[in-house]
């Protein structure tokens, strides 16, 4: 048996610990021979593979970053691309895939899946907002790393009796702000599920200065303001086209700093929180997916990604990966709003 | 509404955090005032009390320990000290009590509970073995902390040839040890649910050093070694009548060194391990059991503990706290060995 | 003997070991009563004042910021100002201040001990950009965090052989961009002190992409392109009037995209670098300076500033701590350069 | 121009830095070639070795260890060890010879350097005991993991009203105790350069009871008591023949246990301390101190050293390497009494 690998999408702690558990468990438990395939679908698409075996794990489980490199190549977008991978594949001898990647690369793993590839998908996003397993190895390092980031700015902020607005990573789902905000302590937590009320932060902010504590406000990328209650203008949004710049942090500090008449910084953790070595729980969940991953493929258990429900690793149909995405409710966001103000 | 707030057993990563949740809400939400009895249960006892409310709580998130002070007095073994308890409790005008703590603090809260007196449970264990819930906040500070420890004596061992012990918490069941270890990439895992062989701890450090990559054994405090397999002496282990001393770890590497010929040393990692900033799933998991609490006591729903499932937070009965400890199981043990060796 | 305590300028890793110190040993050496003022040079201008004394300074050792507060008031720049000082001093019955700020409120310092006030000071500059000492605190720690967070961007650009731009703070003095690209292996390190050829920077990031390792840029905030080597264009270095936004991280991995057809990240590491808790050498000198400057204080060895010389502690005349800003010199460039490309 | 290269003695983070800057410089300014040889002097006696260029310096920056291997093999005692170690470096071609070690790897380089060797050292001890240099590297490291430890020690104390000793290492100089005593906040500090008197610590422990705030004790593994303040018994001090366990720290405890009837814990950081990534610091000395390492070469100065001096690396003699071991002063422990009790 011959079992290709992949990581695709956006990097993220713990997919070497994924790639390590594969081969090491592959190897020693079912003898299969492993191929590398580089930067995602590009590799078996373009035929770009690299050794992979006990050798190349050696030392990996620590390291953030992907051995294999990473893409978002969509086979489905090129011509003929569905052919190449069969045939790269084939020339290959590799039986069975295993696809470590998130929404858009387990989304050509179920498109392959139902065109007798046999794959096995391992979820990843560093955002956690994927509906089929409780949590996603990525998020706890990220989540630690913007903890991390506000304990630092508390200090900064009752020196100088000053606002400090953190935005941390989460374009659709606010989980990165949700937990790091409640882990730092923060007075507002901003998160794209619910349109933010200008008036009601300013407020939260003053009611925090009130009680001589300064304030750290947690925004999500992806917040947005409700209408009326601001004076921020999408054209200031993003003065070089690339998103991040000028983002809602930015934004949120300006005007809070005309609001309130006090001093506002806004700091953005970017691609800080994504890389370097992953904590504990990011290891431990990324390495029992990865054993898991190829449990199901001796299984012959295609078609089917693996999943954490509370302490157990579950199989289910690569379809749930993509069908909803998960959002904080409102019960969990009520939760932390009891720390606001 | 008055409500008592206790911390007792070990110190344990969170504890602050869930104090600060149940007073937050208790008074944002409900209008309850608070009083902080000291050191587990001799505060009540003792009628120790101290002033407990928001400006208590500042800034205590981040912080190890706990503020209440925290002991293993039982009042169960101490004259009149159920009625001492209740009169303390009526003294102090104290409607409703949250108790956070282990095995024993829960214990005398479930007794307490059936002799009317209202309590809510918060459980604790830095082992994490308590069967009612998935974890237990500290478990993951412990971990990373464990983990990261490892992760630096790799270097060492492979600079000198050498094998590194390490010797983590965990007298009755081996999380730390299993959840560190496969995180930490270890050579070999014991832990007390089995009782192990020492001649294949010696194979397996032996197989490591031909693969030319130095070995780490992590063993929990209370891991044991099959009779027969070890020359290791039981009045050896402790020369001060302290358990930590010449402990497990110890005996393993002396015994490692002589059958092996390598150098062997142990780090015996200790109460570095229990104390200090929680991580952001402590934070997070406290926070959350903290809010809960004080939401069952404003349901009158007393006799109850929270506890994580998946990832929610749910109520049980305080009896079953203390009705079986949680061991890992062989199927866990099992995933873990493929790394062995 | 009665002595005030002030701390003035942004805020740095250190201070409160610093007032630490000055109290510790002021009380149990020499009986002095301390009086805190707030926020810099405000305290004696506005009279606002604290107690401080053992109980104000336990456990502060370990905590960013300042527990004085901090602020940028210039008693200079405004009416009465060393007037109002000199009547507070007297008022609150203080013999002599112990001041610990930057060049700016160690100008003020020097200026009002031409004044005859009593004035002993301690450097503070993050940026360590003062010829009269070694080292100051605070630097440590921000190079520490800097270089935490290379580590982590290193294995997100391999993963996606993507540059990564790191811009760290310097506004005059490159030393943070220096010490932490040389710890953290940079490809390329810009400082405000030598204006950068941005046809060398590309040169440097594509022959890092031709030995397949990715290019890391770190780049003080001070940092200027040389005219003619690059089209960037000031006028999108900010968009809100805020200097941190669309700064020269931005700008160069903006231009480095267009140039080398790879996709180009910046993260400006902003506040983070200068809050939270400081690394032992940073606790070790600021505690060191603090004995120091109450000893100086003691000796009646008023106008002296302390400072760092290899090892030892000494103390120089406050106009030197103003003279002149110690920047990186072509030669200590020209080691890190041997790393370039 | 052929250069050997060489660790020896105990490891330390910071090595590999240092390797890496000898050969990126060396091949890139002078185009030299390098051959690696292992385990210490044991390479060039026993003609181990191993290629040694830039590929194999990639990325080894911020890893603990050494790439090359140590040991403390001294080819003075062994027959024809010189005659040995000159014939494999002609065999190699080797014209000049980096040797990176402490007292006793130096102390065979300066040896060898009288008999007609070419070398040129860089010092490397842990314990900073070396009085050619103000600091040398993986010293700054051991002192952040210590005071970090120490910083998590102090909730439990205080959590648990107990007396926590915490062992460091330093056999015959206590420099990183009293770093990591003075940056943790520790109560006393026991060093080897000066037998403690067991009374007095017992009073210091008792007056930090007295305020409400729990001891650390910090002790250098070397520390001894004085004769007739103490009922420690030197037989205890060892159970298994090795030197760590049931060492003073454990000593200290019981002692302060029986004399205070409080509760003590010792903990005995040990490996942990030597052990993975260097911080910015000493990776900052190690990377400066192998750049002038290869520029000593480069110019010819053999039986030479590089050496800290202020913000300068020097040269000094091999000779002075060994001459005398740099003890803690009575002056810089008087500044750290100040805190003690």
């Known amino acids: 048996m011959r079992v290709g690998v992949l990581t695709g999408g956006g990097d993220c702690p713990g997919l070497n610990a994924v790639i390590r558990a594969v081969v090491r468990k592959g190897v ?60 790269n594949l084939a020339a290959n001898g590799v039986d ?35 509906g089929a397993t409780d949590f996603t190895f990525g998020f706890d390092t990220a989540v630690n790393i913007a903890t991390e980031a506000i304990d630092r700015l508390h200090t900064t902020a009752e020196s100088h009796h ?16 949700l937990h790091a905000g409640l882990a730092g302590g923060a007075n507002v937590i901003l998160i794209p599920e619910r349109p933010f009320d200008m008036d009601k932060v300013v407020e939260y902010v003053e009611s925090r200065f009130r009680t001589n504590y300064s304030p750290i406000v947690v925004v999500a990328e992806g917040a947005v303001p409700k209408e009326g209650t601001h004076s921020l203008q999408s054209d200031e949004r993003d003065a070089f086209g690339h998103v991040r710049l000028g983002g809602i942090g930015d934004m949120v500090a300006k005007e809070l700093e005309k609001r309130t008449g006090k001093e ?23 390495t029992r997916f990865g054993l898991h991953a190829i449990e199901a493929v001796h299984d012959g258990d295609f078609g089917m990604m693996v999943a954490l429900r509370g302490t157990d690793i579950v ?8 069908k909803e995405l998960k959002l904080v409710t409102p019960e969990l966001y009520a939760e932390a709003e009891v720390f606001f103000g």
Not at 162 to 176: D, L, N, S, T
Not at 315 to 322: G, K, M, N, W
Request: net charge neutral; hydrophobic share 40%.
């Open 315 to 322: 199989r289910v149909p690569l379809t749930d990966a993509t």
């Open 162 to 177: 000053r606002i400090m607005v953190v935005e941390v990573m989460g374009r659709h789902a606010g989980w990165i702000a």
């Open 28 to 87: 020693s438990e079912y003898g299969y021979e492993f191929v590398g395939f580089r930067d995602g679908w590009r590799g078996p698409l373009e035929n770009i593979t690299c050794e992979l075996g006990i050798p190349q794990v050696r030392g990996i489980l620590p390291r953030g970053g992907t051995i294999l490199g990473s893409s978002r190549t969509n086979p489905f977008k090129i011509e003929n691309g569905v052919e190449r991978i069969k045939e």
């Open 96 to 130: 069975a895939l295993v696809a470590i990647g998130g929404e858009d690369t387990l989304g050509v793993a179920t498109k392959l899946s139902e065109l007798d590839v046999k794959v096995v998908g391992v979820p990843k996003t560093i955002d956690n907002d994927l």
């Open 264 to 286: 506002a910084r806004a700091v953005v953790l970017g691609h800080v929180q994504r890389g370097g070595t992953p904590t504990a729980f990011d290891r431990w969940l990324a």
